[in-house]
């Protein structure tokens, strides 16, 4: 079966330009989400119905508006099935705004003042123009009916039954949340539903780069109509903008926003759609005017040119960047190990404004080979070597090592990067920093690679064994990943210290490396959790592609001393980050922990 890409939802309105769409690169329909559908939404719909029915009681004030807007191209009656699947909400709490447009046939027209006519809660909003600024108009309208929610519905797409109870549901607990979105999926002409996607919580990174907020979005109304207003956003048309324009206006703050994780959506695919190709979101996002759209809505950032920095190598030339970086690097000094390391930053990095910063922390006496280097190396006025010889026996503490460093670094972003990194791509520097340009960065990590090119370390995942574990490792570095997230700039709940950038001042803000309690294991893990507690993000971006040799410096885990400190060490992290590791925020519960490879459906 051949996988169409559908037209998102707007109105019978020019679009500006071609929103970002998330499903491509994906393989055939998994045979898992037939029996996740049957075991899902039977069992688990019985109690979760018992459950809203009680919040209907709760809440008999609250309302929600869905937009639908009738495009003039489609047949007569294609919507029926989207209207009627609104008007079989088990919650009645809604009400229902159909935008017609001039050229509707008269057939449909009559069609629809019946249905408005037989039912109060559906109102008529009839001969909209084509060059009508309709957000205006909406927010007009939506605040006259004074519902609590609005949201978008497509003219051929379906909601699920329970998604009235479910939106308001989350208001009853929260009202101060401003937004609500659902996991969606696809559904054909005879109700056959493929390819789901379940979402992560807030991901501002992602946003930008996919829209994976994507169609069923509730904007509380009277910050709807705040939106609204602004005269730009008229001339935008089209509901990503809203999302964006929303998101900034919060700050990007993830307790503003609510993900219910269930299948709320139904995107139909239709004849008119068309086949994806894996060139579709890259096209989009590189469209000229996605950029100007991108640079109008977020001028706070230059997000053209973190695109151009990213993902081009003849724009990386032309970066100016004026932060100063400190890049920090504990070694035990091994010639064979940390000499390409050295070698391949200083002879192929693109980037002026560094300092590298070696810490030689070992045990053992150096070889003249290793000394020759060092004292070589340290002509360069960017470099300057420290010595740590420890007495034996004295186990090594990577957190006290880089805490040292940090402390010594004159750098605005300090760049952790383990001893068994090489150097490919002379511009790894510049997308680094660059990508600090996205919102409310706080740590920036990069897609680490095997030598033989596959995939080391593509961010983390909480949860894994009851604690953490890398993403797509042992994948091709040029796979889609899950709904093409792989090759995406994207937030994740941690990265690893084998390349790990971070804001000086807020390194040592959080307390840096926690060198007591993990000297070795699980400290980046924990930095990045300081971080997010802290209100920033997390970003994993893909276009920074560092070849990594994995724990030489310090060994594998496995002596008997060694796997008991890791077991204690996990006792610890679990017990102090228990509830980003129950519930990882960057990804979803309807997804399995079994495997960090395969973003596969728990069935």
Same mark, same amino acid.
Do not use: G
């Given at each position: 079966m051949e996988l169409r890409k559908t037209r998102r939802m707007s109105l019978s309105v020019p679009k500006t330009f071609n929103a970002p769409h998330q499903y491509e690169q994906l393989s055939n329909p998994d045979s898992r989400y037939s029996s996740w559908v049957e075991q899902h939404e039977t069992i688990h719909r019985l109690r979760d119905e018992r459950l809203l029915g009680a919040s209907r009681l709760?809440?008999?004030? !609250?309302?929600?508006?869905?937009?639908?807007? *009738?495009?003039?191209?489609?047949?007569?009656? !294609?919507?029926?099935?989207?209207?009627?699947? *609104?008007k079989s909400q088990a919650n009645s709490r809604w009400r229902l705004v159909l935008v017609l447009p001039r050229d509707i046939s008269t057939e449909d027209r009559i069609y629809l003042k019946t249905l408005s006519k037989r039912d109060h809660r559906i109102l008529l909003v009839t001969d909209v123009a084509s060059d009508l600024p309709y957000p205006s108009l909406l927010a007009l309208v939506c605040n006259e009916l004074a519902s609590d929610f609005v949201a978008f519905v497509d003219d051929q797409d379906e909601l699920d039954t329970l998604a009235t109870d479910y939106l308001l549901a989350q208001y009853t607990r929260d009202e101060t949340i401003q937004m609500i979105y659902s996991d969606e999926d696809l559904i054909d002409d005879y109700g056959e539903r493929s390819y789901p996607y379940f979402k992560p919580e807030l991901s501002p990174a992602l946003e930008i780069e996919q829209d994976y907020i994507g169609n069923l979005c509730a904007f509380k109304t009277s910050t709807f109509v705040e939106l609204c207003s602004?005269?730009?956003?008229?001339l935008i048309q089209h509901p990503w903008a809203l999302k964006l324009s929303f998101l900034k206006q919060i700050d990007w703050q993830r307790n503003r926003t609510r993900r219910i994780p269930e299948i709320l959506y139904h995107q139909r695919i239709t004849d008119a759609s068309v086949p994806i190709s894996d060139n579709i979101r890259k096209n989009a996002t590189n469209n000229e005017s996605v950029r100007q759209l991108l640079k109008v809505l977020l001028p706070d950032f230059n997000y053209e040119s973190i695109v151009s920095w990213c993902r081009d190598k003849e724009q990386g030339q032309k970066c100016s960047i004026s932060c100063f970086v400190s890049i920090l690097i504990s070694t035990s000094g091994r010639y064979e190990i940390i000499e390409p390391c050295l070698t391949s930053i200083l002879e192929l990095t693109i980037f002026d404004n560094f300092e590298v910063i070696v810490r030689i922390d070992t045990s053992e006496a150096l070889t003249a080979q290793t000394i020759a280097f060092l004292n070589h190396v340290a002509e360069d006025q960017r470099v300057n070597v420290h010595y740590h010889f420890r007495p034996r026996g004295v186990p090594f503490n990577y957190a006290a090592a880089n805490n040292q460093m940090a402390k010594s670094a004159t750098g605005d972003i300090l760049v952790l990067l383990n001893d068994d990194i090489k150097i490919t791509d002379p511009y790894w520097l510049v997308r680094l920093v660059a990508t600090f340009g996205l919102p409310k960065t706080g740590i920036v990590g990069a897609l680490l690679l095997y030598p033989d090119g596959t995939v080391q370390h593509g961010g983390a995942l909480l949860g894994v064994d009851g604690l953490v574990a890398n993403v797509y490792t042992l994948r091709d570095c040029h796979d889609a990943g899950y709904h093409g997230q792989m090759q995406m700039i994207r937030n994740v709940s941690a990265v690893i210290g084998a390349c790990l950038a971070i804001h000086r001042e807020l390194f040592l803000e959080v307390g840096g490396l926690d060198e007591e309690h993990f000297p070795n294991a699980f400290n980046d893990t924990d930095l990045c959790l300081k971080v997010l507690d802290n209100g920033y993000y997390i970003v994993q971006n893909p276009y920074i592609r560092i070849i990594h040799l994995e724990s030489i410096t310090r060994g594998l885990d496995n002596t008997s001393y060694k796997v008991w400190r890791f077991q204690r060490d996990g006792k610890l992290f679990r017990a102090r980050w228990f509830e980003y590791i129950d519930a990882d925020p960057f990804y979803n519960p309807n997804l399995s922990l079994r495997h960090s490879n395969e973003y596969e459906i728990e069935c």
């Open positions: 709760e809440k008999q004030h !609250a309302f929600i508006t869905y937009v639908v807007v *009738i495009r003039s191209a489609r047949e007569h009656l !294609a919507y029926k099935s989207s209207i009627e699947s *609104i602004n005269d730009m956003l008229s």
